[in-house]
């Protein structure tokens, strides 16, 4: 039965692999550009290295971006933006004005003068009719260096020359002026009773979907192409250079070829190489995993998570190249190997990072220069953010990353165009943000921490503070076992930074050891009184179980505080698969007539896997064996110490664990060293 359940968890295994591989390909493959690629690579300032180039049918030249940009602006600098004027406001009020004339009750000489006014001419017609704006013509943006408007009104549009619009500052001052002038002495007595500004509002307005679209529509027929490049006309020679000019008809080749490539070639083909390209690529990616990193490939969140991120990136790489406002160097691809290092380690991240900037870098423009620019910014990410336990650390990844785009480019400008003033320094904003997308990295390891299960190096630091409930609940009712994991933990610490290995993560594994004897305190010496030890109250065998269940009772409670699985292998590895030596001896003493139980008296493991679970085991019973030494010399220590470690090796406790020889030696003479200095001699003080 147990061999059924083996054979078939490994099926599962090898089924749940070929479902993540198969969805990788897949989803990337939809985002993949359906069209055919042109088959030479060429860059500006370099030689041409493949053979001498003839145009394979009639092509147009197209222009530059700099050329578009200049022709569009003058065009721009000769349009008439549209105005709508509301002829009802002028009405309304002209309407106000004549009624407010009329109700009136001045001297005879003033009602004479008023109606003079009234037939003579329509003030505010005039002005209606002109156009009046909400703001003055200098403060408006529209009409900065222009002539003229297009007014329009009903169904019509004339042109109107843009001195003659008011703003209502300038429609007041003319109205209060012709008033003025027109009715003479009589002039004070009218403003007394009128408030001429009342009448003085906006009517002209601009029209924004309108203009949009008549500006849309002179810009559509603006040329982008400047001449014709004839079938069988040399375009360059082998070992040319590759100049602006060349540049540009080699740019408008590629882009003619594609377009015709895919209107005539088999699509089915094209398919066919698309899915071989990705699968080889995300093959590579599994190898990898396969030979160099063998616990991440059969861990099947850790293996989906990688697959994701790749997956996500060439997405959002593939979307932004879509999109005319997006820059696809706007997609923060840093974020990828700042992830995965976080979280694994520097090669995966490094090598997962190039997988995705050639998958990306197949239809990313300027394929070379992409992929130069992603892969020493993102390395350049991941030797910035060796660990990351400060929030500055991220702050200064960004700040690296920016500053790796910038001098890259900049570099691969000066080697194309040879000139400063040429750069296109407009591009320097979307690495920026870029850079500053790695902010949303902290939010995400939380996230993905959640998710995955992962725990982070941020995560253990929070997990090491000793007001964590659960090690709250060690000092207070196991104070000495508490002190025991302090100490246990700061050795650890040592030896790790020493040897190579996450610090972070065997401090916070060595202070949740033991936690387990909250269970049973008094049962464990360092917590014991003076004289007082309840062992000798019970039989050897019960004590022996009382003893090896602190590591059940350790998984247990740390199951209940969610405690990550990391963390729960420290407390299940400390002892291996050791015996309680001491129980075992003194019940084999007093029975020795019966055969006993070996296993009865041991630990149930299982033994150590990785460097900072072993460092622990060793150092927790090296510790412990230190407390109770009668004479603390450096001489007994040292004895101490070699009979530990060799104890340990000789019950093969260090199997699976990837301690080097070099690394035992300094784990030795670290904790000898340390040891020396916590029990050194003190002198006398005077009584």
Avoid: C
Wanted: glycine residues 4%; proline residues 3%.
């Amino acid at each position: 039965m147990k061999k059924l359940l083996t054979q078939l968890n490994q099926s599962y295994h090898l089924f749940y692999l070929a479902a993540v591989f198969a969805a990788g390909i897949g989803l990337i493959f939809l985002v993949f550009p359906g069209e055919s690629r042109f088959k030479f690579e060429f860059q500006k300032g370099s030689p041409w290295r493949h053979e001498t180039l003839i145009a394979p049918f009639d092509f147009a030249i197209l222009k530059t971006d700099a050329e578009i940009k200049t022709e569009s602006d003058s065009l721009l600098k000769t349009y008439a933006p549209y105005f709508t004027l509301d002829t009802l406001v002028g009405r309304a009020k002209i309407r106000e004005f004549t009624n407010a004339l009329s109700n009136l009750k001045l001297s005879n000489q003033a009602n004479k003068t008023i109606r003079n006014v009234y037939y003579i001419s329509n003030i505010l017609q005039n002005i209606y009719n002109s156009g009046i704006l909400p703001q003055t013509i200098s403060s408006n943006d529209e009409l900065g260096g222009k002539t003229e408007i297009m007014q329009i009104i009903g169904k019509k549009a004339v042109k109107v020359p843009v001195p003659n619009i008011h703003s209502i500052k300038t429609a007041y001052q003319e109205f209060n002026d012709t008033i003025r002038k027109l009715t003479g002495k009589q002039y004070q007595d009218i403003i007394q009773k009128i408030n001429l500004s009342d009448y003085i509002t906006e009517n002209l307005f601009f029209d924004q979907e309108l203009n949009k679209h008549e500006k849309k529509q002179l810009l559509d027929k603006l040329s982008l192409t400047k001449g014709m490049v004839q079938a069988g006309e040399r375009i360059i020679f082998q070992g040319d250079l590759v100049g602006s000019e060349k540049y540009m008809i080699l740019e408008s080749l590629k882009k003619a070829y594609e377009t015709k490539r895919g209107n005539n070639i088999q699509y089915l083909l094209v398919i066919a190489g698309r899915l071989l390209i990705i699968t080889m690529l995300l093959t590579l990616m599994f190898l990898y995993l396969i030979f160099y990193r063998r616990e991440l490939f059969d861990h099947k969140r850790k293996l989906s998570f990688i697959i994701m991120m790749i997956v996500v990136m060439v997405f959002l790489a593939a979307v932004a190249n879509k999109v005319e406002s997006i820059n696809i160097y706007m997609v923060p691809l840093a974020i990828l190997p700042i992830l995965i290092r976080i979280f694994f380690d520097s090669r995966t991240a490094i090598f997962s990072l190039m997988i995705t900037t050639l998958l990306i870098g197949y239809f990313a423009p300027n394929s070379y220069e992409y992929i130069i620019l992603q892969m020493i910014a993102g390395i350049l990410a991941v030797f910035s953010l060796n660990k990351l336990h400060k929030r500055s650390h991220i702050v200064f990844s960004a700040l690296w990353v920016f500053l790796a785009y910038s001098v890259v480019y900049i570099a691969m400008a000066l080697v194309q165009e040879g000139s400063l003033k040429t750069i296109n320094w407009v591009d320097l904003k979307w690495f920026g943000i870029s850079s500053f997308f790695i902010f949303i990295t902290y939010p995400l390891i939380y996230i993905f921490e959640k998710i995955f299960g992962f725990v982070s190096d941020v995560t253990l630091i929070e997990l090491s503070d000793t007001n964590q409930p659960l090690l709250r609940k060690l000092a207070e009712e196991a104070p000495g076992t508490f002190q025991h994991s302090i100490q246990v933990a700061n050795l650890a610490e040592a030896v790790i930074h020493r040897i190579g290995g996450n610090p972070f993560l065997v401090r916070a594994g060595a202070l949740y050891h033991d936690i387990g004897k909250t269970s049973d305190p008094e049962y464990f010496i360092e917590n014991q009184a003076v004289g007082m030890n309840p062992h000798d109250q019970i039989d050897h065998l019960k004590s022996a179980h009382i003893i090896i269940d602190h590591v059940a009772n350790g998984v247990r409670l740390a199951k209940k505080y969610r405690l990550p699985e990391v963390l729960i292998a420290f407390i299940t590895t400390h002892h291996g698969t050791t015996q309680a030596n001491y129980f075992y001896k003194m019940y084999q003493k007093e029975n020795p007539d019966l055969e006993i139980d070996r296993s009865s008296f041991s630990y149930p493991g299982p033994l150590p896997q990785d460097k900072e679970t072993a460092v622990l085991m060793l150092t927790d019973g090296i510790e412990a064996a230190a407390r109770s030494l009668n004479e603390k010399s450096v001489d007994t220590i040292r004895n101490m110490i070699e009979n530990m470690v060799e104890q340990k090796i000789k019950s093969n406790q260090l199997n699976n664990a990837d301690l080097t020889f070099r690394d035992i030696s300094i784990l030795k003479s670290t904790l000898l060293e340390k040891l020396v200095n916590i029990y050194h001699a003190r002198i006398e003080y005077p009584k």
